[in-house]
């Protein structure tokens, strides 16, 4: 018996908290029955567990995929807007998978998409700290005291950053790692000591970095970097 919420991300159909989400909406069900109490356990073997009425599947087996993001793409399975989205990359891919994390519509770079709930709810816990790393061009030239403050900490959304690593690679160009994953927090960073962002680009996502796809492509990671996100996402 597991944790009806473990059950439907591991299932593919969305992260722990937004099946949480689900399920306090009254949108799960088990044997026929509305589920909306969090610590309700099932057995995905034996019971017929439902969202919105329809059965959920355990997946076949689990896809891990790595798209470097093209600009002009949202990261989500669906936009109200009708923007693309990374999916719209994904030609050939059957699985239902979803995004870990996101990277925002103007920006590019390496994203992990997955349908193994437990890994991607590991990967995106602030607890675990896993770093992202970024490339950023921004208007002027940063002097070491603004360095100084994004690498201690700057206010965004009325919280303070916690510490990250930034190393200038040219006057207008900056390494940022961050082990957050606020919205748009790195080009909220470069906003509060005004150099704003002109072009954001991941270079690395965890242990996971590729120099040679090209935007737009995408490839399953091999067995070898899985194991390595996994042992960088049980850090405490």
């Known amino acids: 018996m597991e944790r ?3 059950i439907l991300s591991q299932a593919g159909v969305a992260s722990r908290r937004a099946s949480e989400k689900l399920m306090l909406e009254g949108r799960v069900s088990v044997n026929g029955k509305t589920v909306t109490e969090l610590g309700t356990k099932a057995d995905p073997a034996r019971d017929d567990i439902r969202v919105d009425g329809s059965r959920i599947k355990t997946p076949e087996r689990h896809l891990y995929l790595l798209l ?5 793409y949202v990261t989500t399975r669906s936009d109200p807007q009708k923007r693309a989205t990374v999916l719209d990359l994904l030609k050939g891919v059957r699985e239902y998978i979803y995004p870990v994390g996101r990277l ?6 390496l994203l992990i998409l997955t349908n193994d709930g437990d890994l991607a709810a590991r ?8 770093p992202r790393v970024y490339e950023a061009r921004v208007l002027g030239a940063p002097d070491a005291h603004d360095l100084s403050r994004l690498a201690k900490g700057v206010s965004i959304d ?3 950053t916690e510490p990250a690593e930034i ?3 040219g006057p207008s160009h900056l390494r940022i790692t961050v082990r957050e994953g606020r919205n748009r ?3 909220k960073m470069c906003d509060a000591i005004g150099h704003p962002v002109t072009e954001l680009r991941r270079v690395a996502v965890g242990p996971i970095r590729d120099t040679r796809l090209k935007p737009g492509q995408w490839r399953e990671l091999t067995p070898q970097e899985v194991e390595r996100l996994r042992r960088a996402a049980s850090a405490t």
């Open 4 to 6: 009806l919420q473990k």
């Open 68 to 72: 470097n993001k093209p600009k002009g």
């Open 104 to 109: 925002d519509y103007d920006s590019e770079g």
């Open 123 to 130: 990967l995106t816990h602030p607890r675990h700290g896993v």
């Open 158 to 160: 009325g919280r303070r």
């Open 167 to 169: 190393v200038a690679l």
């Open 185 to 187: 927090q790195v080009r």
